[in-house]
């Protein structure tokens, strides 16, 4: 059922696929292979029985006269020349509007606005608008066979192009209602894979599917529309405030999905739902670390709108991080987010110590694990420290920098004597 409606929604607001009607008048006249040609493009465009015949025919005549230039032994290539010419004549029988349903397909390489023509009913064009896009289009396709840029690698910019043309054409919710349109292949296979997942993880258990599928389907195409309406100026520097809006909005479901699939907005809330398991978070702190983390998603994009500075979370993420996660939870999660950087610091301290001849005797597994193990505390301590400036966590941080490796402590030691000797050579002794 769940496939069926799936499918059924990825044609909602979609051109009808056009089931073609055939003339009667063409069987009985015409062989197989000229009515099957006249299909395809009868089954693109809807065309009078009068316009099929009038293919049909001209097809007929066409092959005729080219089956006649082969006896009489004409080249092969001019026979196919004649063959090329027949578009000019597809073109001039068929109306504007008719010859740009049959031109253009519904893919990525599609203008926009041969799109929005495909889509005339649904946005409820009028005439004046159909023939401004017709002209639209015309212009679009001149603009691209004379432009002659400096570089020859540089493209020509159609998206601005298109976008300019079709917000003077359309009104503002005729045009956004183009973009969903145009977008929706998008919009439903990022809504199907989305409630795969969802689906997987048992978050439909005993939900109104129906209505949450249409939600999410209306978030990613409202969400994929307002980008493309961006995409389609030359404003793009503000593509990232809008994709910020619509994370800050999505469905508190997609919130969840965007947890449990690790791809939350960087931050320490983030972090620590990743390793939610190893934590023992229960589900009511998972759900006050999204809240966090949209709250400050929410003041990030609060400073961006007026400052062009990078916004500083750790005051925020340190003030409510120890609200939600125990003292022990807290040193968990400080452990987890910290072993990657201890462990690549401790490769980088071995490598100086080797450069600095400090590692004579010296087992270099056993040496990294050590500074490993270091790094990790200080790092832990550091954070907690930082997280809550007491006296108990400052001699914590103490007691760590006071159990300091042996070869880190040479190894610093040797570092600050050549920086001194460099100075003193300059003239700068310290």
Do not use: C
């Not at 017709?134 to 601005?160: G, H, R, W």
């Amino acid at each position: 059922m769940t496939k069926i409606k799936i499918f059924l929604l990825f044609f909602i607001g979609y051109p009808m696929l056009i089931h073609a009607q055939m003339a009667p008048e063409l069987q009985g006249r015409y062989p197989a292979y000229i009515i099957y040609r006249v299909y395809q493009i009868a089954s693109k465009t809807a065309l009078s029985a009068q316009k099929q015949l009038q293919i049909a025919q001209y097809y007929k005549d066409q092959d005729d006269l080219n089956n006649a230039m082969l006896t009489q032994g004409k080249p092969i290539a001019e026979v196919m020349n004649a063959y090329v010419k027949q578009q000019d004549f597809i073109k001039k029988i068929l109306t504007p509007l008719e010859y740009n349903d049959y031109k253009f397909i519904n893919n990525v390489a599609t203008p926009q606005i041969a799109k929005a023509l495909k889509f005339r009913d649904q946005l409820n064009l009028t005439t004046t608008q159909t023939d401004q896009l017709l002209t639209a289009l015309s212009k679009l396709e001149k603009a691209k066979a004379n432009y002659k840029p400096m570089n020859p690698i540089d493209a020509f910019n159609s998206k601005v192009f298109e976008g300019d043309e079709m917000s003077k054409i359309l009104t503002d919710d005729q045009y956004i209602h183009a973009l969903k349109l145009i977008n929706m292949p998008k919009s439903v296979a990022e809504n199907n894979d989305s409630w795969a997942i969802l689906k997987r993880n048992g978050f439909l258990n005993g939900k109104d599917t129906s209505m949450i599928f249409r939600q999410n389907l209306d978030y990613y195409q409202t969400k994929d529309a307002q980008e493309a309406k961006i995409m389609n100026t030359k404003n793009i520097e503000k593509l990232d405030s809008v994709k910020r809006y619509y994370e800050i909005n999505k469905p508190e479901i997609l919130k969840k999905l965007a947890a449990v699939t690790n791809k939350l907005p960087n931050s320490q809330f983030a972090t620590a739902i990743k390793f939610r398991k190893e934590i023992g978070l229960t589900q009511v702190q998972v759900d006050s670390l999204l809240s966090k983390a949209n709250e400050l998603e929410v003041l990030k994009s609060a400073f961006n709108s007026k400052n062009t500075g990078r916004f500083d979370t750790r005051p925020f993420e340190r003030a409510n991080l120890p609200k939600i996660l125990n003292p022990d939870q807290i040193t968990t999660f400080l452990n987890h987010k910290n072993q990657p950087i201890a462990t690549a610091n401790s490769k980088k301290e071995w490598a100086k110590i080797k450069e600095l001849g400090l590692n004579s005797g010296l087992d270099s597994n056993k040496v990294i694990i050590q500074l490993a193990d270091y790094d990790l505390r200080y790092l832990v301590a550091n954070e907690r420290l930082n997280m809550d400036k007491t006296q108990q966590n400052a001699f914590a941080k103490k007691d760590v920098e006071n159990d300091k490796p042996e070869v880190l402590q040479k190894m610093e030691a040797k570092i600050k004597a050549i920086e001194m000797s460099k100075n003193a050579k300059r003239g700068f002794v310290f």
